[in-house]
């Protein structure tokens, strides 16, 4: 296995060596610092009959370059995998935003809800009126009691049920919601900047190499333009959110670290989870 594992990293083929392979070897080659002791420590017990793993792990040491060149190798060969993740969980933010932002019933249900806190505040022209709140703060304002030992939510349900039964199509909003807030925002761009420093790891192994590798040189451009693209895209999905928090009431953060658009739609979910089930519960309860 050595004499695949030395010509394949040496050259950075991964056509010898597969991404399983690799990896496994990637575990257990030793890092510049160990490769350094190694060679001290055997040049010092030149004599000694070394186990096959221990033999190994000396040979290994002996690739010039071999943590770098895996790595490298490694990350030419996952990039595409994880371009296609990166690309899917944008996708699963922008359909949520589009979603959210053109919901018809949704609207309805944040309408209803500014009317009805407008009636029971007894606002009139002449007094403060609810002009509207943070729709991230639903489940709060829905959980306030009014007269007669209900909630809003209860009222904000029953009017549904009688006056608008389309607006229970809302539902159809969780499951997106929820699937584009399994992955936090901000760690799409950690992982594109982990992918970019692949890309300079290819780029310096490239340099460093005493051969030409064509191969490995389109790799690198192509990996190069769908990072880019990529970016692209990231920019413009975060466009929309942010049109889409705007719309919905919520103040837009300062900074790049206080985007958090997951948690937006985490509370937005649990509001319309609570929605259903009080409204199943009603219909439960009539039955």
């Given at each position: 296995?050595?004499?695949?594992?030395?010509?394949?990293v040496?050259?950075?083929?991964?056509?010898?060596?597969?991404?399983?392979?690799?990896?496994?070897?990637?575990?257990?080659?030793?890092?510049?610092?160990d490769?350094e002791?190694?060679?001290?420590?055997?040049?010092a017990?030149?004599?000694?009959?070394?186990?096959?793993?221990?033999?190994?792990i000396?040979?290994?040491a002996?690739?010039?370059?071999?943590e770098?060149?895996?790595?490298?190798?490694?990350?030419?060969?996952?990039?595409?995998?994880?371009m296609?993740t990166?690309?899917?969980?944008l996708?699963?933010?922008?359909?949520a935003?589009?979603?959210?932002?053109?919901?018809?019933?949704?609207?309805?249900i944040?309408?209803?809800?500014?009317?009805?806190?407008?009636?029971l505040?007894?606002?009139?022209?002449?007094?403060?009126?609810?002009?509207?709140?943070c729709?991230?703060?639903?489940?709060?304002?829905?959980?306030?009691?009014i007269?007669?030992?209900c909630?809003v939510l209860?009222?904000?349900?029953?009017?549904?049920?009688?006056?608008a039964?389309?607006?229970?199509?809302?539902?159809?909003l969780?499951?997106?919601?929820?699937?584009?807030?399994?992955?936090p925002?901000?760690?799409?761009?950690?992982?594109?900047?982990?992918?970019?420093?692949?890309?300079?790891?290819?780029?310096?192994?490239l340099?460093?190499?005493?051969?030409?590798?064509?191969?490995?040189?389109?790799?690198?451009?192509?990996?190069?333009?769908r990072l880019?693209?990529?970016?692209?895209k990231?920019?413009?999905?975060?466009?929309?959110?942010?049109a889409?928090?705007?719309?919905?009431?919520e103040?837009?953060?300062?900074t790049?670290?206080?985007?958090?658009?997951e948690?937006?739609?985490?509370?937005?979910?649990?509001?319309l989870?609570?929605?259903?089930?009080?409204?199943?519960?009603?219909?439960?309860?009539?039955?």
């Amino acid at each position: 296995m050595l004499t695949t594992v030395w010509f394949s990293v040496g050259r950075l083929d991964m056509t010898v060596l597969p991404l399983e392979r690799a990896s496994l070897v990637l575990d257990s080659v030793p890092s510049a610092a160990d490769v350094e002791r190694i060679r001290r420590f055997t040049t010092a017990h030149s004599n000694t009959q070394w186990t096959e793993a221990e033999q190994f792990i000396i040979d290994l040491a002996g690739i010039e370059r071999a943590e770098e060149k895996l790595h490298t190798m490694v990350h030419t060969s996952t990039f595409n995998d994880s371009m296609n993740t990166i690309n899917e969980q944008l996708d699963a933010y922008l359909n949520a935003a589009e979603l959210v932002q053109e919901s018809e019933q949704l609207k309805l249900i944040v309408q209803t809800i500014l009317t009805l806190l407008n009636h029971l505040n007894g606002s009139t022209m002449y007094e403060k009126v609810v002009g509207g709140f943070c729709t991230s703060q639903l489940s709060e304002v829905c959980s306030a009691p009014i007269a007669g030992g209900c909630t809003v939510l209860q009222t904000v349900s029953a009017f549904i049920r009688d006056r608008a039964p389309y607006a229970t199509d809302v539902d159809n909003l969780v499951e997106p919601l929820t699937t584009a807030a399994k992955t936090p925002f901000l760690s799409i761009y950690d992982s594109l900047l982990q992918l970019d420093m692949g890309n300079q790891r290819v780029q310096f192994e490239l340099v460093q190499l005493d051969f030409e590798h064509p191969v490995l040189a389109a790799r690198l451009g192509e990996m190069r333009r769908r990072l880019g693209e990529m970016v692209e895209k990231l920019v413009r999905v975060k466009d929309q959110l942010l049109a889409m928090l705007s719309y919905m009431g919520e103040a837009l953060p300062r900074t790049q670290s206080e985007f958090h658009p997951e948690v937006y739609f985490s509370k937005l979910c649990g509001f319309l989870t609570s929605l259903h089930l009080h409204s199943e519960l009603d219909i439960e309860v009539e039955n």
